[in-house]
Structure formats: structure tokens, C-alpha cells
């Protein structure tokens, strides 16, 4: 059990700081959110609800990392005592600052701690989009306000939702201006995949000249995501570590599989910036990269007679395209687990490996799909209960490709209730929050608690 004592709340916080994020310099997402945990965990007068929450999340992550079950379960005490509070503030309209920091925390601590499946966190992101709405109307902000409503949420929302089914609120919020943000823009070109497979799904395969604009839209999107990338943002190409022809460039046992064999040897990076840049580069480029291929079948189809290669070479090519980017995100995964790296990694890994694990699936490549899962696992090892939900979806999504021969989706944390994903995912939803201020903040009451409702 841990102390009441302020002194022992502060050593238990600064130990979970320690080992879970990065000791180097680290990107800009993942500054943000040390920025975040440590300005809100260093608060020098924190209300009860705060103080709450963020021993809460170091007595969960110390709990499980160390396998001491009474810290544990402490923590989860913890965290449901903050929620109550928060649930009570909430409904008294006794809003303050501290109510956005208390559930920004509940935010990080859904990823650790997720018993009841993957729902929690799609519902608290909800919430802290009615939240952040409800402040900035009224133009309450601070520098930790503006963290949340910049990164951590925007992160969030493509998070659980890969950029499919977003409202047109978090769809606004997404697209709010980068200021030159390489993460963000990409963040942003999340959004404009989900669009484009949503129209890809409904698309009139008889309409040449709409499948012919999706092929473009396509190609211009990929563009957009490489030249975010080649305008001075990186320092230098990724090199790969040949351990037996040089021995000074070495990277620690990082508990993932080795790539050497499937994917050829891991990745160096010149920084951790680099890695992530590029880590969300590829994976985009992944999720791209079937819709391509999709677009350009739905082409190939009304021009047939023109296609010089014979269709089985062209499903070759695809194989192989589709699987480039995917492979160099795993050739960048022991880097990600260094131990200089800490653990907040982890939710940028989780998101790459998901994605490229459907690359896999969809070009029937077992082995490497089942490396994905591997990592999948081991990030569950390190404590995050939605890894352990993830790892089961993406071998549902393996049975269902290739067992129940059902058409591949996306993987969506908001469509996860019962490992199934949605057929039909709709880009961007067309309700918009109609609510009137009272009914907005019952509903963020809701969705603190983690219970899916809507308003009549």
C-alpha cells in the first residue's frame, strides 16, 4: 500500500516518470505528452481528484511492471475514486480546469489499464472532446490545457478511431492549423486515408471517371505524406545495424523478436525524433498502399485490354509494394524498445504494428503477420492492457481474411466491442453536436464514467 503522505505520493510519481518515459531527448508527441503528465503530476496545490488520478496511473503502471499486486490494486482504487469525483463535479456544472487534467490522465491510464475491453478509452476521448468544447467556448485555457487540446487529443482521436467514423467536431479539430508540425500533418493525413477508403467502399465501380479521381486523390496523398518528409524535417536515412560486420553498432535485447530473418537486419536512427517521423511516415504509407491497389483494380477493370502484364504479375507487384513499407517498420521496432527510450513508445508501436499487421494479412503472409502479433504481446508484457486486446483482434482478423474469406478493414478501437470491425466505416460522421450546454456536459458525464450513451 502506499502512504498517504505527500512525500510518498511524489517518490511513487517520480519512479513511474522514470521508467516510462523516454531518458534522451525525445519527438515532439511524445514531449508533449511528458509535458502533460509531468506539469499536471507537479501541480503545486492539485485538487483531490487530480492528486487521485495521477497516483492512480503510477500506482497501475508500478503495480503491473513490478507485479506488486496490493500497489496495484491501490491504483485501481484510485482511479475509480477520481472518476466518481470527476462524474460529481460534472453533473454539479462545477467545471474547472482541473476536471480537463484529471480526465487527461484517465486517458493515458485507459491504455494500461483496459479490463472490459477497448471501449474506455474511444468514450473518455469523447468526453474530453465535449470538455475541450465546452472550455474553449468559453476561452478558459492554460499551456497544459493547450497540450491536451493540440496533441494528446488530436493523437487520441486517430488512435481509437484510425481515422474512420470521427465526428465533424474532431474532424475540425484534426484539420486546425500545424503551424509546419511534420506529426500533426500526418495526423492530418490519417483522416484523408479514412476518407478515401470510405469512398474507395462506395464507389460506383461502373463510374470510370470517379475511380479514376480516386486513383489520383490517391497518388496525391502519397506525395503529400512523402514531401512532409524530405523537406529538411529528418536528419539522416535510417541505417541498418549488420551486427556481424561491425560490432561497435549494437542495440540492447529490447524483448521484441529480431527482424534479421523476415524483414532484414534493424534500423539505427540518428534520434528519436527521426524514428518516430519516420515510424509514422511508413505506416501511413502502409495504410496507403492497399487503397492504391484497390483504386487501381477498379481502373485496370474498364482498361483491361490496354494492361500490358499479365494480372498474376501485377498481383505480384502488389504483394511486394504492399509489404515495402510494412517491413521497415518492423526493422524499426528494436530501436522503439530500447531502454533509453522508456515506455511511452509503446502506444506509437501498438499503432504502427496494427496497421501493418492488416498489410500482412492481406498478402497472406503468415510469418510476418504472426511478428507483428509477437510485438503486439510484448507491449502488453510491459503493462498496457489494450496491447492484450489488440493482439487477439489482429488474429480475429487473420481468421476472418482467410477462414471466413470476409473483406479486410480497418482496425478501429471504437468498433472493437466484440472483436469485430465495422464493414462500412463512414469517414467522417454526418451528425454534429447539437446539444445544448446542459445536455453536453451529461453527456461527457457519461462518457467519463466509460458508458456508451446518446441523448435524445
Known amino acids: ?80 475514486g477520481a472518476m466518481r469525483q470527476v462524474s460529481n463535479m460534472i453533473r454539479r456544472g ?24 477497448l471501449g474506455a478509452l474511444g468514450t473518455h476521448v469523447a468526453g474530453m472532446n465535449t470538455l475541450l468544447e465546452y472550455f474553449r467556448a468559453k476561452e478558459q485555457s492554460d499551456p497544459i490545457i493547450d497540450a491536451i487540446h493540440h496533441y494528446q487529443q488530436k493523437f487520441n482521436i486517430i488512435y481509437t478511431s484510425t481515422g474512420m ?10 484539420m486546425e492549423p500545424t503551424n509546419g ?17 470510405s469512398k474507395i467502399d462506395s464507389v460506383k465501380h ?32 535510417p541505417s541498418a545495424l549488420d551486427y556481424a560486420g561491425n560490432t561497435s553498432q549494437h542495440i540492447e535485447n529490447t524483448g521484441v523478436p529480431p527482424p534479421e530473418l523476415l524483414f532484414g537486419h534493424a534500423y539505427d536512427f540518428s534520434s528519436p525524433n527521426d524514428a518516430i517521423l ?20 477498379l481502373v485496370q477493370f474498364h482498361t483491361s485490354s490496354l494492361i500490358g502484364n499479365p494480372p498474376s504479375q501485377n498481383e505480384d507487384l502488389e504483394s511486394v509494394i504492399l509489404e515495402a513499407h510494412a517491413d521497415r517498420i518492423a526493422r524499426a521496432m528494436p530501436y ?70 470476409d473483406p479486410l478493414t480497418c482496425i478501429s478501437l471504437r468498433q472493437t466491442n466484440s472483436l469485430v470491425c465495422s464493414s462500412n466505416p463512414v469517414a467522417v460522421s454526418k451528425t454534429t453536436e ?8 451529461h453527456y461527457a458525464d457519461e462518457l467519463v464514467l466509460g458508458r456508451q450513451t446518446t441523448l435524445d
Not at 480546469?97 to 475491453?117: C, D, H, K, R, S
Request: glycine share 6%.
Open 1 to 80: 500500500m502506499v502512504h498517504p503522505g505527500p512525500a510518498m505520493r511524489d517518490q511513487v510519481f517520480a519512479s513511474f516518470i522514470q521508467r516510462y518515459f523516454p531518458t534522451q531527448n525525445s519527438p515532439s508527441t511524445l514531449r508533449a505528452e511528458e509535458f502533460l503528465v509531468c506539469n499536471i503530476g507537479c501541480l503545486p496545490q492539485k485538487g483531490g481528484m487530480v492528486d487521485r488520478a495521477v497516483s492512480a496511473i503510477s500506482c497501475l503502471f508500478l503495480g503491473k511492471t513490478n507485479r506488486d499486486a496490493p500497489i496495484f490494486q491501490h491504483g485501481v482504487q484510485l482511479f475509480n
Open 94 to 117: 462545477s467545471l474547472t480546469n482541473e476536471t480537463l487534467y484529471a480526465v487527461a490522465i484517465f486517458q493515458e491510464i485507459n491504455a494500461l489499464y483496459a479490463p472490459n475491453g
Open 165 to 174: 467514423n470521427i465526428s465533424k467536431s474532431e474532424y475540425d479539430l484534426i
Open 181 to 197: 508540425d511534420p506529426l500533426l500533418e500526418t495526423l492530418q493525413t490519417t483522416v484523408a486515408i479514412g476518407i478515401l477508403k
Open 206 to 237: 461502373a463510374d470510370l471517371r470517379a475511380c479514376q479521381n480516386l486513383l489520383q486523390r490517391c497518388y496525391e496523398v502519397q506525395d503529400h505524406l512523402i514531401g512532409l518528409y524530405t523537406g529538411g524535417q529528418l536528419s539522416n536515412e
Open 278 to 297: 519516420y515510424i509514422m511516415l511508413w505506416t501511413h504509407l502502409a495504410m496507403l498502399q492497399p487503397l492504391i491497389s484497390r483504386a487501381s483494380r
Open 336 to 405: 522503439c524498445f530500447q531502454g533509453s527510450m522508456g515506455l511511452s513508445c509503446c502506444k506509437i508501436a501498438l499503432f504502427a504494428m496494427c496497421m501493418v499487421s492488416l498489410n500482412y494479412v492481406d498478402s497472406g503472409n503468415r510469418e510476418k503477420h504472426e511478428w507483428c502479433r509477437e510485438v503486439i504481446r510484448h507491449i502488453a508484457a510491459c503493462g498496457f492492457d489494450v496491447a492484450s486486446h489488440l493482439y487477439k483482434l489482429t488474429g480475429y482478423q487473420w481468421v476472418r481474411r482467410w477462414v471466413g474469406a
Open 434 to 441: 447539437s446539444r445544448d450546454e446542459y445536455a453536453s456536459i
